[in-house]
């Protein structure tokens, strides 16, 4: 199981941004997966995760409305697109999966991580 995370970079508040997930080794279909991401100084939290099939997603109250997690199956990607970025979603965002069919918000009880991304949202 292999996961590689990409799209991060540097934009102004109100900006967007689209990271990408590329997964191998497992049928993405068939887990879910979930973005977390870890501010410098700060505990890693869970942004957003999409259940198996795409039956259900989960978004932290604070990106709701601006984030959404979406999966294409035949290029074995998730995304997270990002909009209406702000100085808080500053921080290394990281995709992973337990190899579940849903989601939990727990990071502890994920196996399988990216390498990360760094999204900095600063003027």
């Known amino acids: 199981v292999q996961l590689q995370a990409s799209g991060g970079g540097l934009v102004q508040p109100g900006g967007s941004l689209r990271l990408s997930c590329a997964a191998s080794?497992?049928?993405?279909?068939?887990?879910?997966i979930a973005w977390f991401r870890q501010a410098p100084g700060k505990e890693r939290e869970g942004v957003a995760c999409?259940?198996?099939?795409?039956?259900?997603?989960y978004y932290l109250d604070s990106v709701k409305d601006r984030f959404t997690i979406s999966r294409e199956t035949a290029q074995k990607t998730v995304y997270q697109q990002m909009m209406n970025l702000k100085p808080e979603d500053t921080a290394v965002y990281y995709c992973?999966?337990?190899?579940?069919?849903?989601?939990?918000?727990?990071?502890?009880?994920?196996?399988?991580w990216g390498q990360g991304t760094l999204v900095t949202v600063s003027s």
């Open positions: 080794g497992f049928t993405l279909v068939d887990y879910a």
């Open positions: 992973a999966t337990d190899l579940q069919f849903s989601c939990s918000s727990d990071y502890t009880t994920y196996e399988y």
């Open positions: 999409i259940w198996r099939w795409g039956a259900r997603s």
